[in-house]
């Protein structure tokens, strides 16, 4: 009996650390987490803050989330170096990024496929947050 309780308990607890962290909805920005395939990023876009787009060799672009306030005044978003952690050259939330204009490096919080940004296309329902 005491085993079931102390089963209950534990499973109680653990409970809201395994649940997934709410996902804010952004118009023209998939809901899901995912990966870039592979680090050929062709074209990134400083969004608002620590949000970055960028475009790889595919041509689908996808929303970065920094970790906060890591990004500072980064203007050039296309010196962005991503470091790999693990086998496959992907981009995942593994991945460092180098923002060598101010010589720091940030952990990617969020990746999701996103449509183009308004400063590449200028009807794109995505904003910039």
């Known amino acids: 009996m005491l085993k ?12 809201p650390l395994l649940a997934s962290p709410a996902v804010l909805h952004l118009p023209g920005v998939s ?7 592979y680090s ?4 990134s876009v400083r969004g608002h803050r620590d949000v970055f787009f960028v475009r790889d060799r ?13 990004a500072g005044l980064t203007t050039d978003a296309n010196t962005l170096i991503f470091r790999h952690h693990g086998p496959g050259g992907q981009i ?8 060598p204009e101010e010589a720091r490096s940030c952990a990617i919080e ?5 449509l183009a940004p308004p400063q590449v296309n200028s009807r794109s329902p995505v904003t910039l947050d």
């Open 4 to 15: 079931a309780i102390l089963a209950l308990s534990s499973a109680l607890i653990a409970a």
């Open 31 to 37: 809901d899901r987490e995912t990966i870039i395939p």
């Open 40 to 43: 050929d990023i062709q074209q």
């Open 58 to 70: 595919d041509n689908q672009w996808y929303r970065l989330q920094f970790n906060a306030g890591c």
């Open 92 to 99: 995942d939330r593994f991945t460092t990024v180098v923002i």
């Open 110 to 114: 969020s990746i999701r496929e996103s």
